[in-house]
């Protein structure tokens, strides 16, 4: 069977399943078999597919028709130019979080910042930073052990300085610290409308860093809360936030003495993070 013929066969599987990207996602799982990058691929159709390579290309494709996310079948996902081990004990780095990324690096440029990332998954908020930030340093707390090997795993591929540290901690067992910059994506999914969210999410992606609680807010709301006494004065909490719930975080965060600095939309111009400074 030529390179064509396969893309095909997977093409149909995932779209017989209602899986929107069927091409693309064939396309990349191939790639990855073939271990050839997707242009290369397109211009080869003709090749021949090894017996061994065709098997191991319908398993995926399986994996891939039940809603299992391609980050999760490859065991990667690219975020700030870098690849990221992910599996399903942490969420999916997303595109809009880099955002947030690049406007911390702007912000902090050739400074030296302590940087607390709290619920850091893969640890990709606080590596991209300090990768770029090469004079700061930082630490990532997460109460689950599983997404903290996950953070360890990335730092050592990565190869970044001895200036990170990823802990198994909840954010009540942070103290005697000033940062000077807290970031968070915490989760911010309403508990009802977690069954509404795609397949690809729901069933595959760690409620741990989906469930807000009842209205959202829950974990947000306790993040701005427990800043107020580890941040220094002026010091910096960066919040991505759920679409549209810019107002009441607006409100939480003026409650307790922080003003709002910048907003960052996503691609949809939608308001996804706040960057918002302690002013007590």
């Not at 690049?102 to 050739?110: A, L, P, Q, R, V």
Request: include cysteine; glycine fraction near 4%.
């Amino acid at each position: 069977m030529n390179i064509l013929t396969l893309l095909n066969k997977g093409s149909e599987k995932l779209k017989i399943k209602n899986i929107f990207s069927h091409r693309l996602d064939s396309e990349i799982l191939l790639s990855n078999i073939l271990k050839k990058r997707r242009e290369e691929l397109l211009i080869n159709l003709d090749k021949k597919v090894s017996f061994n390579n065709i098997r191991q290309f319908k398993k995926i494709i399986s994996r891939r028709s039940l809603n299992e996310p391609i980050a999760y079948i490859l065991k990667n996902k690219e975020f700030w130019s870098k690849n990221f081990i992910v599996n399903r004990n942490v969420l999916i780095p997303r595109p809009e979080t880099e955002l947030m990324v690049e406007k911390i690096i702007k912000i902090y440029e050739k400074k030296d910042i302590f940087i607390l990332d709290i619920g850091t998954g893969t640890g990709c908020i606080l590596l991209s930073i300090l990768s770029e930030l090469k004079k700061s340093r930082g630490v990532g707390i997460d109460i689950s052990s599983q997404a903290v090997n996950i953070a360890k795993k990335n730092l050592n591929i990565l190869n970044l300085p001895n200036n990170i540290k990823f802990k198994v901690k909840s954010l009540n067992d942070i103290y005697n610290y000033r940062f000077d910059l807290i970031v968070s994506n915490p989760p911010y999914i309403m508990t009802k409308d977690i069954k509404n969210l795609e397949e690809d999410i729901k069933k595959f992606e760690p409620k741990l860093a989906l469930d807000g609680g009842n209205d959202g807010l829950d974990v947000i709301k306790k993040v701005i809360y427990k800043s107020k006494s580890i941040l220094k004065f002026k010091g910096m909490l960066a919040l991505e936030i759920g679409n549209e719930q810019f107002k009441k975080v607006s409100k939480i965060l003026s409650k307790n003495k922080f003003r709002i600095r910048y907003l960052i939309k996503d691609y949809s111009e939608n308001i996804r993070c706040v960057l918002s400074t302690l002013e007590k």
